[in-house]
């Protein structure tokens, strides 16, 4: 996705990673209370969308499953944010204090707003750390032709699920290139 972030929307992503919680409840091997989740980059958006309670509440009314225990988010891009969250679980975000493709400071402004909320949020930003910082052996910079970069740009979820720049304009979340005009 990454020269076209709409081929696999993040409420896609959102399903998968509940449908895989559904998956993993029905072994009894596994505490349905103990299962977190954790993704990196598009993923690490959604591990942070889906930490709101307006997630949690449509999955367990869709998929019968029990919330996230905890939401660990590496170098997500916090383009689309809730304006009121309402955190479900715990949250670390982990992110590359040198990452030019997400950027941290859409990402820490979101925690801030959700640390006011009530929320247990922990952000640790790691000094010149890059963009997949685990992914490499001598995490080193790597440039991605044609990607779609959305780090300087916020939406906002409504309460009513609606997505609004921050000026107030409507926006179709499968259409980010409205937010950089």
């Known amino acids: 996705t990454v020269d076209d972030q709409t081929r696999v929307t993040s409420g896609q992503m959102a399903r998968d990673a509940y449908a895989a919680k559904a998956f993993l409840e029905k072994?009894?091997?596994?505490?349905?209370a103990r299962i977190a989740v954790m993704w990196q980059s598009k993923?690490?958006?959604?591990?942070?969308?889906?930490?709101?309670?307006?997630?949690?509440?449509?999955?367990?009314?869709?998929?019968?499953?029990s919330p996230f225990a905890a939401h660990i988010p590496m170098y997500p891009g916090c383009t689309?944010?809730?304006?009121?969250?309402h955190v479900a679980a715990p949250i670390l975000v982990l992110a590359g204090g040198d990452d030019d493709y997400v950027g941290v400071k859409s990402c820490a402004e979101y925690v801030e707003r959700m640390r006011a909320a009530g929320a247990d949020v922990t952000l640790i930003v790691y000094p010149g750390a890059q963009h997949g910082f685990d992914g490499r052996d001598n995490l080193t910079y790597y440039w991605i032709k044609d990607a779609q970069n959305f780090r300087d740009c916020v939406v906002y979820v409504e309460d009513d699920g609606r997505t609004v720049t921050k000026t107030g304009e409507p926006v179709d979340p499968r259409d980010m290139r409205q937010v950089m005009e």
């Open 43 to 65: 993923g690490g958006a959604v591990a942070l969308l889906t930490a709101d309670s307006w997630y949690e509440v449509k999955a367990r009314s869709q998929l019968g499953v």
């Open 80 to 85: 689309l944010q809730y304006r009121h969250p």
């Open 27 to 32: 072994n009894q091997a596994v505490d349905p």
